[in-house]
């Protein structure tokens, strides 16, 4: 029922416990199953206001006024999600043999990055200009695996491919 009403009902409904801040990694993982990827980037409230009061690590808690630190690894979750959800880089197989890309930039216009990987890096650029994607990705040798772009999929291969 609660996917019925959707992400912003769901992470709105008072009935509901919040979400603690570690927890939410599990909780967009399965909002971004579920088709709500483009939303990522508007449930990062925590995370912006720990940016703008000048933390140098992610807190673990909402309540971050607190005398004691209480800040940890489990808050960190933008930093992977930024590009398993928005750049889409994820693996696709056991060791991460197989890589699925499957983006959700939301408003972004503009975004790229880049994952380390075993056997080298994997990068993804997404970039509109004049009304057209143009999207460069590039797999280190021996890795393969799937781009997903509106709802069509496409086989990716090693090396350097362009998508416009």
């Known amino acids: 029922m609660a996917l019925m009403i959707g992400a912003s009902g769901l992470l709105n409904d008072t009935s509901l416990a919040i ?3 570690y927890f939410r990694y599990y ?9 709500f990827g483009n939303d990522y980037l ?10 703008e009061m000048g ?14 630190s209480d ?24 060791g991460f043999s197989k890589v699925k890309i499957e983006p959700h930039l939301g408003a972004l216009t503009n975004a790229s990055g880049t994952m380390p990987h075993p056997k080298g890096d994997i990068k993804a650029a997404y970039v509109l ?3 057209k994607w143009n999207i460069d990705i590039n797999l280190p040798a021996s890795i393969t695996g ?17 998508y416009s």
């Open 27 to 35: 909780l967009y993982q399965a909002l971004n199953m579920a088709g």
């Open 19 to 21: 979400a603690s801040v």
């Open 129 to 131: 200009a004049n009304g």
């Open 146 to 162: 799937k781009f997903v772009w509106k709802d069509k999929t496409f086989p990716l291969k090693t090396g350097k491919k362009n």
């Open 42 to 51: 508007n449930w990062l409230g925590i995370w912006k206001q720990n940016l």
């Open 71 to 94: 800040y940890h690894a489990w808050g960190s979750s933008p930093n992977i999600e930024l590009y398993r959800i928005v750049l889409g880089i994820d693996d696709y197989a056991p």
């Open 55 to 68: 933390l140098t690590t992610w807190a673990e808690m909402d309540d971050v006024n607190r005398s004691r």
